[in-house]
C-alpha cells in the first residue's frame, strides 16, 4: 500500500499464485501430502499457548471473526486489539533467505508466501485505518518467549484501558 501526495491508497497489484496442479507442472509425493495434511490454519500449538497465557491473566476475547479483514486470531472488541498469530513458512519469515533453499516447486512456493506476505501487509494497514491496534506475533517468538508476547499484549491491552476509561 501507497500513499501519494493527496493522501489516497493505491494497493499493489496482487501477485498471482498458479495452482497446485500436476498440469502445471507442480507435484507432491505421499510423504509431503501426509505432513501438508497435518498443517491447521487454527489452533496451533502456539497460538493455543498464547490464548491461554492470556486467559489466565483474566483477559477474554473472541475469536477468528468473518467481520473483520484478514480473521485475526484473537480479537479484544472491547480495547479494539487484534492478534496475528504468524507461522513462519506460510508468512515469510526470514523469507530472503528461506526462499533460496525451496527446491522443490520453487514456482508455486516463492509467489505463494509473497502474496501472504502482501496480503498481511494489507490487512494491517486496512485494521490501524479502521482505528485497530494491530500485533503480530511470529510463531517461534510465541514459542521461546512466550511470556513477552504476552507482556506486549497486556501492555497494548492496558494502554487501550486508559483511552477507553
Not at 138 to 156: D, N, P, Q, R, T
Request: proline share 4%; aromatic share 12%.
Amino acid at each position: 500500500m501507497v500513499l501519494d501526495g493527496i493522501n489516497r491508497i493505491y494497493e499493489p497489484e496482487p501477485i498471482k499464485v498458479p495452482r497446485f496442479e500436476e498440469d502445471a507442472g507442480f507435484y507432491a509425493n505421499a510423504k509431503s501430502s501426509v505432513v501438508m495434511s497435518r498443517i491447521r490454519a487454527k489452533n496451533s500449538k502456539a497460538e493455543v499457548m498464547l490464548r491461554k497465557a492470556l486467559w489466565n491473566y483474566g483477559y477474554r476475547y473472541r475469536l477468528y471473526s468473518d467481520k473483520l479483514i484478514g480473521k485475526p486470531d484473537i480479537i479484544f472488541p472491547k480495547f479494539k486489539v487484534v492478534v496475528f498469530v504468524d507461522g513462519d513458512f506460510w508468512h515469510g519469515f526470514d523469507w530472503e533467505n528461506k526462499k533460496e533453499k525451496i527446491k522443490t516447486n520453487k514456482a508455486f512456493w516463492v509467489p505463494k508466501i509473497e502474496r501472504n506476505m502482501q496480503r498481511d501487509m494489507t490487512v494491517t494497514q486496512t485494521l490501524l485505518r479502521q482505528g485497530w491496534t494491530v500485533i503480530r506475533f511470529w510463531e517461534h517468538e510465541i514459542k521461546k518467549s512466550l511470556e513477552g508476547c504476552v507482556g506486549e499484549v497486556l501492555m497494548k491491552l492496558k494502554n487501550q484501558e486508559t483511552d477507553i476509561g
